[in-house]
């Protein structure tokens, strides 16, 4: 924040060393000289101040809080860019109203200093002469504003925003520069962001890392530097298709990398709107969670295009080492050939997120039979840490329909194409969550979504406790209590038993509506 305060014993101090006057003597004799001093510093704080407050409270977009602040978020939008965006070089503005993130823009002459966690702005040398001068009151060493950030989307999570590195975000008057000379000039913005916190999990790699990082850059149109805190190598792997989406040069490590990096513009932290999804009225060009799929879409084709590839050569190889294989041009195979499409063209495809540890459905071999007795070609999908990207993205893409337990794999319902269906099966004590985290977010992207609630007898937990335990009967009083309890009692002790014959009209549902779906499609 801009520091501004009245005169005190310290700064007359300060002008008795600057002028060879004692200080008698300048109160006696320079006092109209003092007094225009004072009302200069006076106009002049008051107008960076006035500066400051409009861009701290009026930055270049808005995002998503909690309660009523949403009212009037849309209308607001348009005038909180031109502010931010009119802001003079060599300024900080930060928008920190939001109870999910704060966001700087730095403009003008941008340097790191990654081995003092800092990141400069140069005043120009337009500045005038009564910001001068107040600059000089404000700091003995050329600091105009100093702002502390750590740009990570859990702004409200003490304990998570604790482990995030802070950042030093300094604006300095230009003759500070000569000693801060660049090592690697940027001729474009900088987008500073942080890998830490929960990354690991998927569905905050996605809705805390990757979603927002899509939001702050996507209209810089892949002309951007993303300069990473808490960088890790894996996590440029995994999401590396992605990253070549957003922008068109190699990630910077800011910790690892020391050298002094130049941009005209940076931007630090992320903005984030929601829940897994993207709010069109705060993007430019209205830019939505459609668009964001479709992002998916050209990042994992490539790779998708190799694996196929890929497999019709192992085909080949295999056609080449059957002893009594069809003539490939025969009149037969191509009947085969024909009936094998016209089958796969009636039969809806779906996937089985599968868990194996905590919420696995412990009947799921029956819920495979039964799926395929309906209709369904099913496949069921077990991602780890160690799972390719594309891959999931391949399978969940081609499917019709997707079924899994609520848990951070639910986030791969992004994969999934608008208009298929989605169904979450919901154990007990995770309702809210589930619907909030996945159910709302997954309509939006357009999927045909239903949660499956779980009845006590079909949870593990009903061989646990009686059943008038309020565990079973009344999970709100349980997860009221905390996060721990949640986690230790419905999140990592239970495991679910479909009722088939409950579940079952779920199955039927979504095969008849794919089976429509596809009817429609060929229609048209």
Not at 230 to 247: F, N, R
Request: net charge neutral; proline share 4%; with cysteine.
């Amino acid at each position: 924040m801009v520091r501004c305060h009245p005169l005190r014993k310290g700064d007359m101090q300060h002008i008795e060393e600057a002028e060879p006057l004692s200080w008698l003597y300048y109160y006696k004799r320079a006092r109209p000289k003092l007094l225009s001093v004072l009302l200069l510093c006076l106009l002049s704080c008051t107008l960076i101040l006035a500066t400051h407050s409009l861009c701290s409270s009026r930055a270049p977009s808005l995002f998503y809080s909690y309660g009523p602040e949403r009212e009037g978020l849309v209308a607001d939008m348009e005038l909180n860019d031109s502010l931010c965006s009119s802001a003079s070089n060599g300024t900080i503005c930060c928008d920190r109203k939001s109870i999910r993130t704060d966001v700087c823009v730095m403009k003008g002459d941008v340097r790191t200093q990654s081995s003092s966690s800092s990141i400069f702005v140069y005043a120009s040398r337009n500045t005038s002469t009564f910001t001068d001068l107040a600059a000089k009151i404000i700091s003995q060493h050329g600091e105009l504003q100093h702002e502390t950030i750590k740009p990570y989307t859990r702004k409200w999570e003490t304990s998570v925003m604790d482990t995030i590195d802070e950042l030093h975000l300094v604006a300095q008057k230009e003759y500070s520069r000569s000693k801060h000379g660049c090592d690697v000039k940027h001729d474009v913005p900088a987008v500073v962001f942080s890998t830490g916190g929960y990354t690991g999990n998927v569905y905050h790699e996605f809705n805390d890392g990757i979603l927002p990082l899509f939001i702050t850059s996507q209209h810089l149109n892949r002309k951007v530097q993303f300069v990473i805190l808490e960088y890790h190598d894996w996590w440029i792997t995994k999401y590396g298709d992605i990253l070549s989406h957003l922008s068109d040069y190699p990630a910077i490590d800011f910790s690892g990398d020391n050298r002094t990096h130049c941009f005209p513009e940076a931007i630090v932290g992320l903005r984030i709107h929601d829940e897994l999804t993207i709010n069109p009225s705060l993007m430019q060009g209205k830019k939505s969670i459609i668009d964001f799929r479709n992002l998916l879409d050209r990042a994992y084709w490539p790779r998708i295009k190799g694996l196929i590839e890929e497999e019709e050569r192992e085909a080949q190889e295999q056609l080449k080492l059957d002893v009594l294989p069809l003539p490939v041009t025969s009149g037969a195979a191509l009947d085969l050939e024909k009936e094998v499409l016209k089958i796969k063209v009636k039969r809806p495809k779906l996937v089985i997120l599968s868990r194996i540890v905590s919420r696995a459905i412990s009947n799921e071999d029956l819920l495979v039979k039964m799926a395929g007795e309906i209709g369904f070609e099913v496949e069921v999908l077990r991602p780890d840490q160690r799972t390719e990207l594309a891959k999931i993205y391949r399978a969940l893409n081609a499917s019709d329909v997707m079924i899994g337990v609520h848990g951070a794999a639910m986030t791969h319902f992004l994969f999934m194409r608008p208009g298929s269906v989605f169904i979450q099966v919901i154990p007990l004590g995770t309702e809210w969550s589930a619907e909030t985290y996945y159910g709302e977010p997954a309509k939006k992207l357009g999927l045909k979504y239903a949660g499956y609630q779980i009845l006590p007898r079909e949870s593990s937990l009903y061989d646990k406790y009686d059943m008038n335990d309020p565990v079973l009967q009344d999970p709100s009083s349980v997860t009221e209590k905390g996060w721990q309890y949640t986690k230790a009692t419905y999140l990592d002790s239970q495991n679910v038993t479909l009722n088939l014959r409950r579940f079952g009209k779920r199955l039927v549902f979504a095969y008849g509506y794919s089976i429509r779906k596809v009817d429609h499609q060929q229609l048209h």
